[in-house]
DNA sequence: GTTAGCACTCTCCTCCGTTGAGTGCTAACA
DNA sequence: TGTTAGCACTCAACGGAGGAGAGTGCTAAC
């Protein structure tokens, strides 16, 4: 027994219907739809069919059927046709996404409220990722005496900043020639090669010993949390308006998700060659996730630099309008971010 | 009618009770606790004089009674004695905000969490306030041909960061010729000269005008922003365990009043003079947090600097408790940033 | 193959009646 | 005069009974 094109037709409708109202469908309701020629007694037979294929579930006897996760699986694989924003939420989208500021973090903040708004489900947008980082400019500022900022520029334009103390006496000018000296001998290394870059440097400014190993040691923890991005989430409580969590237990539980950076950057994977990724329910590693759906797609920051954006709903989530605003908002960053760059 | 020693005793007894439990207390249940020698018909009559007075409230006929907002006021203000942290919970605390990286960024969120942890209340953290904002150093950074990463570094050691274009073929070693420029002449100068200083700069350099020009609006969009410090949310969840937030209305509400950057700021206040600030219920401007209690209290970075750490709970919150966590945490921030600079 | 009819199932709602916690009042007591 | 025991009263919460309604599965007719 396989899906001809009437029980596709019914599951269809049955998938839609469940979007909007998150209650079980019954026979008479889909018969009643436009589009779909067919008695009560009729839809009940194909619905059984269905139910014995796996593609829904009741639950119980004399309640209509709910699709299951094979059903959406199907349905995003089979049915999702991604649609076209109209003119009018475009250019309110664009409105919205205008800044004066040009910081980076500040697009990809004021994305996540724009998602979540436009959705009305919970946005995660990860910050960019750094392809292959490498430096390309240090500077140490003084700040006080004995104490100093340090200043590290990479590749995607990303600035890591932190405070070292430094030698007292040291003189503005000083601090300016080793900034020169350090910008010139890792400028473009791989950081593979930068600790025995380092180790050069040192040996041939002995006097510096400190200074020098106290500034190693920042690029380090630095590159070390290369993979530490910033991740910013919309809407955390839009998930709350629907029937699926007015049970206080699960609105905990999906919230503590979005408390874990961690967590979440695992959630939204690495945004993958595919340009619209779709984790349906079990399908998510987080087990939390397990009755939500993850859609994810990917922005460009220049060349090298990739970030992930992706939206956060119930499995029974308007997965075509999703897919939409999703696939438009990943251009309208990537545009953005590109033309700063 | 005043409030002599043994209605003080009764109504401490009832706020003891309900702070505990969240249910209304009845007569009995004070009666049996230790301290109290009356028998219930006794604390009635006492009960029933506290909520003539405006302490008490019913929630109906037949239940026992709720403290008021009034009776906090007073718990807060007569009652509350700040208690200390054992030896063990401040080692563990100390522990947990241990970490390798010294960005500031780094030590505010962990102190969110921490926060959060334990007190199992929501915790909010206001990144530092810059007292009188001067710029200490501008950098500008070649990123690819065309543009470039305009640095500011500010008095308290705040970078600010953004991409600006700059014109073809200028040289790197140009740039940081036009970046000790600018450094030397605007660095230490009050905000309000910087706008003019920049017309004389722009003035003698007519040909880098666009260039700087570029400079001058960045500088001026971050002095702008200077009011947008970063928020950090610990335990948003946390408060969901409360029996008052089994409502997800309530829920709801509270969790759109931690979406938004502005209202934190604006609920945390500005920590004020006072160590601890407290906010009970209606006290709060924003209205959502009608029924919530805001502590807060402020830390140090450095001289100038300050920001504002604080607890939000619901009303019958352990505000000993919340007190004492609240100032250690206020002094553990304050030394790990004055450490770093 | 499709549909009307019908018995059956199961949840949900509403309507009591009961239970129990708690109050307020009164009268007795120290 | 303050304190306490006793008692009638109130009201939310719990639970069972019964009806309504939505939906199903099966059978027989078209």
Known sequence: ???????????????????????????????????????PATIRNEMSDLEELGYLAQPHTSAGRVPSYKAYRLYVDKLLKAGQLSGEERQKIAQHMQTRSRQV????????RVLSDATKYTSVVVAPHIGSLRIR???????????????????????????ISIPEGLSADHLYGISRMLTERLAG??????????????RDMGNERKL?????????????????????????????NYPEYS???KARNF???????DTLRRVMGDGGDMEITIRIGPENEVPELSDCSVL????????????????????????SRAVTVLAFMGRAISQLLSDNK
Do not use: C
Not at 220 to 236: L, T, W
């Open 1 to 39: 027994m396989g899906l001809d094109e009437r029980k596709f037709l019914i599951l269809q409708a049955i998938i839609d219907d469940y979007i909007t109202t998150a209650m079980p469908v019954g026979s008479r309701t889909i018969s009643r739809k436009a589009g779909v020629g067919f008695s």
């Open 255 to 261: 919230l503590s998700v979005l408390e874990s950076r």
């Open 296 to 319: 994810t797609a990917s922005y460009r920051m220049g060349d090298q630099s990739t970030g992930t954006l992706g939206i956060i709903g119930p499995t029974r989530m308007n997965y």
């Open 137 to 163: 400019h240090v500077q140490i500022v003084p700040v006080s005496s004995g104490t100093a900022m340090l200043i590290i520029v990479t590749s995607a334009g990303i600035v890591k900043d932190a405070v």
């Open 105 to 112: 973090e500040t697009v990809i903040r004021r994305a996540a």
């Open 189 to 202: 290394q791989p950081i593979e090669s930068v600790r025995q870059i380092f180790a050069d440097i040192i």
């Open 247 to 249: 049970d206080v237990d």
């Open 212 to 240: 020098l190993a106290e500034t190693m040691q920042v690029i380090e923890e630095n590159i070390a949390a290369v993979d530490d991005r910033d991740v910013y989430v919309g809407g955390s409580a839009n998930l709350l």
